[in-house]
């Protein structure tokens, strides 16, 4: 009887160290949702306008422009929701720490979104690297030079997502390791 009642007191400790784990998926989420949708709202509230010798013409710089950027917009918006919805999880988890069908379904999630805000990221850093520097070859020239407060705020936005990235792969981690231990 001895063994039987360590291998309960075991079984006993093993969720309190997954509620502490569920707890920190928690903090991390709402820290992907402030990333997230902060660099949502900041790359779509992007625009400069530059005035031009003629009144009538002006030269507007929006994220609108870049079919990128509205990929970069809408892919951290719905990363945004997506987890905003997953906290639901999260306290499920906390509340009842040995789920773990649920555990299973957002490490699928999150690997999916984790790609898919990655490949948002990754493409709005490549424009905004070719509008700090340009291409010689491809006669693009380097426009933050005259839009230097749409290059700042999109360049800002990046971090954020970016940001987002690292959570999603700490998540699907943390996630992993809760897993492991039931």
């Not at 820290?31 to 949502?40: C, D, K, P, Y």
């Not at 900041?42 to 013409?57: D, K, R, V, W, Y």
């Not at 951290?76 to 906290?87: D, Q």
Request: net charge positive; glycine share 8%.
């Amino acid at each position: 009887m001895g063994g039987s009642e360590a291998g309960d007191d075991s079984k006993d400790s093993k969720p309190k160290g997954n509620r502490g784990i569920s707890f920190l998926d928690f903090i991390m989420r709402i820290v992907a949702i402030l990333g997230t949708l902060g660099s949502a709202i900041a790359m779509g509230t992007t625009n400069e306008t530059l005035p031009s010798f003629e009144q009538f013409i002006r030269f507007k710089a929006e994220y609108k422009n870049l079919p990128t950027f509205t990929f970069f917009v809408v892919a951290n918006g719905i990363v945004s929701a997506y987890l905003a919805v997953s906290l639901v999880l999260s306290i499920l988890h906390i509340v009842m720490s040995g789920a773990r069908i649920t555990r299973v379904v957002l490490i699928f999630f999150d690997t999916v979104m984790m790609a898919f805000l990655t490949s948002g990221a990754s493409a709005a850093a490549a424009i905004v690297y070719l509008a700090h520097k340009g291409n010689a070859r491809a006669n693009w020239i380097a426009i933050c030079q005259q839009y230097n407060s749409f290059c700042d705020r999109a360049s800002g936005s990046l971090v954020g997502s970016f940001i987002g990235v690292f959570v999603f792969l700490l998540l699907i981690i943390l996630s992993a390791l809760a897993l492991s231990r039931n």
